[in-house]
């Protein structure tokens, strides 16, 4: 496969069906099992006219799961995916689908996104005045609710709501490669300590290595890669991801060789 030269990403030859699942992708995801941390590829940052191919690459590579913006215009400026791109991505992958919702109604969208096969469902607090009935019925529809914070929010608003997942907005909302806010570390910290112990703590925006080991101090364990650390011209999805475990601590013992014969970097 003749693959274009402005997207230099690792993307598989592919002929019929994609081989998803193979390479390293399969052993980071036991180390993911036994350490609890989530790597969860930004798909709005990857290449969308070759969106089968960056989903089984990152599959390939050992990605945890895949992050979904639906964007609407209104409650962030920009306008991204909607349900049928989640439909989409579902046929091509069994990953877990993260979707968080940057938008002016959440609860309008919360059926649809449970028929398109939307695993987690994340909606801003700031958009919901009755965010406990919300998750009630994101919880009925057999999805895991999450709860996320804009950077101006305060971190105790979330205290005694029970969510599966609290994502924290290290940047303003809505766009990528904005600059990290020099605050999300302290507002990781406390959010650590207002939300249940079995509550998973993740960070979105600018998540590079550097911010993504100062969050994981903090007590985050989810983590948004896009391109601060995962996407970007010369990178290699499985080297990127293998580093980032790596800095964080993580990473399965024999999994350094594997990369460097290349496995998981077709």
Not at 7 to 18: C, E, K, R
Not at 126 to 139: D, H, N, T
Not at 140 to 161: F, R
């Amino acid at each position: 496969m003749v693959v274009d030269a402005a997207v230099d990403h690792d993307l598989p030859s592919v002929g019929g069906s994609l081989p998803c699942g193979v390479g390293l992708g399969e052993q980071v995801r036991r180390v993911r099992a036994m350490t609890g941390l989530d790597l969860s590829a930004s798909i709005m940052c990857a290449s969308l006219v070759r969106m089968e191919e960056e989903i089984c690459s990152l599959e390939s590579a050992g990605i945890d799961s895949i992050h979904i913006d639906v964007m609407d215009g209104h409650f962030v400026p920009n306008l991204t995916f909607g349900v049928d791109m989640v439909a989409a991505i579902r046929s091509l992958t069994a990953l877990p689908l993260h979707v968080h919702l940057m938008v002016s109604d959440p609860g309008a969208m919360v059926e649809p996104l449970a028929r398109a096969g939307a695993d987690v469902c994340i909606f801003h607090l700031e958009a919901e005045r009755y965010p406990y009935r919300l998750i009630e019925r994101i919880s009925a529809l057999q999805m895991s609710p999450g709860i996320a914070l804009n950077p101006a929010t305060p971190v105790d608003t979330v205290s005694g709501i029970v969510a599966p997942y609290l994502l924290v907005m290290t940047v303003e909302p809505g766009f990528a490669g904005q600059r990290w806010l020099a605050q999300s570390a302290e507002r990781v910290r406390r959010a650590r300590e207002v939300v249940r112990e079995d509550t998973v703590i993740g960070v979105d925006g600018n998540v590079s290595q550097e911010n993504a080991c100062i969050a994981r101090s903090a007590g985050a364990s989810l983590f948004v890669c896009g391109t601060s650390v995962l996407f970007g011209p010369g990178r290699k999805y499985a080297t990127a991801l293998f580093e980032l475990r790596e800095a964080l601590g993580t990473q399965s013992p024999g999994a350094d060789v594997m990369v460097r014969r290349g496995l998981g970097d077709t």
